[in-house]
């Protein structure tokens, strides 16, 4: 970890300073539920780790882009390609296999990393619709500058 | 620490549209063919290698990003003031945005794997698995406002030497 902490550190750019956002409402409106949604789904991982094998919980994650493509096809209303829904087949054929052969299978851990998968796949899809722009520094925002 | 890099990645990829948008540049470039719609020509900038195009136009996912780095870092509007190259300050090996981010994945996958494994062996002598999220979670805070308040790069110049006015970052540890 500390490699990969120092290979971080390398390759960034170490230009300018680490400008801090304030904690404004419009802020915290779209901080605050990416930060339940992670932490739900963080808990959800952990008790998925604790009852099962970790390869397990990743196999059962491996499903995430499933339903990123059902979730946001339901709730956005998007509209994917013919291949994407092909290349979906196998992802989760594979995945069925997997748990079927799995030995060390425990109907919560199952549960708890499948929990896991979904709130993560709801974050990322709320993240989207989050106006970006709040979470810059004022004087980074795109439009006319502040003086 | 891995989830907080694995939604921190995810986020700040969309932060691009917001970035690209917010980037004219006033660089000379060899290309003026970018100036008909009332844009000033750019080369500079975000993409240094890439005469006369437009900032606006985000090339590929992984310019994509890095832009979205940036932006989310406080980095300076490309070209605003200065036509100064992005990766300035960076190793030589960290100049090709391609290959930082490749490096940023391996070091996703690196510390994911890890956390992983450190948690499941702290979950069998010790099973309390919300605890252990809620201790997780405390480190990225104080990592996380650590790096953000102390971690500050050399250079102070232009529209961004602005001090910065409040340190209420630490909430955006969370995510």
Known sequence: MALAATLLWWASDRRGPRVLVSLTRSVARSVVPLALFNIIGHVFSSVAIARVPVSFVHTIKAVSPFFTVLLSTVILGSRYSRDVYISLIPLVTGVIMACTSELAWEFWGGVAALGSALVFVVQNIFSKKVPRAVLLHPRRRPGPRAP | ?175
């Not at chain 2, 891995?2 to 540049?25: F, K, T």
């Not at chain 2, 000033?40 to 890439?50: A, H, I, K, Q, V």
């Not at chain 2, 960076?90 to 450190?118: D, E, G, Q």
């Not at chain 2, 308040?149 to 102070?156: D, I, Q």
Request: proline share 9%.
């Open chain 2, 1 to 175: 620490m891995a989830p907080v890099m694995h939604n921190g990645l995810l986020d700040a990829g969309r932060l691009a549209p917001s970035a690209a948008a917010a980037a004219p540049s006033s660089s000379s470039s060899s290309s003026s063919s970018s100036s008909a719609n009332g844009q000033p020509p750019s080369g500079g900038g975000l993409y240094p290698g890439r005469g006369g195009t437009p900032l606006v136009h985000v090339p590929s996912p992984t310019a994509n990003y890095m832009v979205a780095v940036d932006a989310m870092r406080g980095a300076a509007p490309a070209g605003a003031t200065t036509a100064r190259s992005d990766t300035e300050g960076a190793p030589s090996w960290a100049k090709s945005h391609t290959l930082r981010f490749l490096v940023l994945v391996a070091c996703w996958y690196a510390c994911s794997s890890l956390t992983n494994n450190i948690g499941k062996e702290i979950l069998q002598a010790f099973t309390f698995p919300v605890t252990l999220t809620v201790a997780q979670f405390g480190f990225i805070g104080v990592f996380t406002y650590i790096y953000g308040t102390h971690a500050r790069g050399p250079r102070r110049t232009g529209a961004g030497a602005a001090r910065p006015t409040a340190h209420a970052r630490a909430p955006l540890a969370l995510p």
